[in-house]
């Protein structure tokens, strides 16, 4: 496997040194494939406990977890702007939007209401029609943008949301006798507004809230959401199906925000430090 030719012996190359450099060179081949192993560990444990990926791969576990190992690094630099301006929402300035919510038409309520639990992008919201919804089990499904192909993806929503959503738009009803007079047919969209009024729409929430900059965007909704889905618990890959990413690296980046059991780490850490 390791063969050494050995070209210039009759230029006054020994055997024996040409021979000794190639064990030397088989060893540093080796170790490097050893180091390689090492880095295949996943490198985004808040706990900072190495798995390999190997052990993980031969390991029973459900189907959302059998992901390929994440390769980028989890820097917080993607959650932030250059002059150090915040993309997302924390999980107060939630709060604050969802109390922000009762004061706006029904409509447009239950339109943040589905961009702040699907983390779906705005178009995407837009284009659901009342074929969208399962209500009886509890999912949307959306079609996901930016991908080449035709995609879909499914979502689980609070059955309290659908349930507003199915006495507003009569999803139940639409879907069963294909549609009812004055509600839309099942393949007309819910929202029939543009994106820049959808947008306007969440900058009207984000204001009433007191939130301002990059946050306070759809954009800062679905990073939210993926940032309480990772600090939850949800494994890395099922949300980034949910929120439609075809790599886990761009997922990976919502496990770089401090949580709340990294809080919790570090007041242990001053109490004993104290």
């Known amino acids: 496997m390791y063969d050494i030719v050995l070209t210039n012996i009759d230029a006054g ?12 060179e088989r060893g540093e081949r080796e170790e490097g494939q050893a180091s390689d192993l090492l880095r295949e560990s996943f490198p985004c444990n808040i706990m900072s406990k190495k798995v390999s990926s190997r052990t993980r791969e031969n390991s029973p576990s459900p189907r959302w977890r059998r992901a390929a ?89 609070p059955f309290p949301l659908l349930a507003a959503l199915d006495a507003r738009f009569g999803l139940t009803q639409a879907n069963a006798a294909g549609g009812l007079p004055l509600r839309p047919a099942p393949s007309t969209p819910l929202w029939g ?17 007191g939130i301002s900059g990059r946050a306070g965007t759809p954009r800062g909704l679905r990073h939210a959401f993926g940032i ?27 496990t770089a925000a401090s ?14 430090a104290a």
């Not at 943040?112 to 009886?136: C, D, K, M, Y």
């Not at 507004?193 to 809230?209: E, G, Y």
């Not at 949580?259 to 004993?272: D, K, T």
């Open 13 to 24: 190359h020994d055997p024996t040194t040409l021979a000794s450099k190639g064990e030397s």
């Open 69 to 157: 190992p994440v390769s980028a690094s989890c820097d917080a630099a993607e959650l932030y702007a250059q002059d150090g301006s915040r993309k997302y929402l924390n999980a107060d300035e939630r709060r604050r939007v969802l109390a922000a919510l009762d004061a706006l038409p029904v409509d447009q309520a239950l339109f943040v209401r589905t961009l702040l639990w699907s983390g779906a992008r705005v178009s995407e919201v837009l284009a659901l029609t009342a074929t969208s919804f399962q209500i009886e089990r509890g999912v949307v499904a959306i079609r996901t943008l930016k991908r080449r192909r035709h995609a879909m993806r499914e979502v689980p929503l």
């Open 193 to 209: 507004w543009c994106r820049q009024t959808a947008w306007r729409i969440v900058r009207r929430v984000m204001d009433q809230a």
């Open 228 to 254: 309480a889905a990772v600090q939850a618990d949800v494994p890395l890959d099922l949300v980034s199906r949910w929120m439609g990413h075809s790599r886990l690296a761009t997922t990976a980046i919502y």
């Open 259 to 272: 949580g709340p059991e990294e809080r919790a780490l570090a007041e242990r850490f001053w109490q004993m």
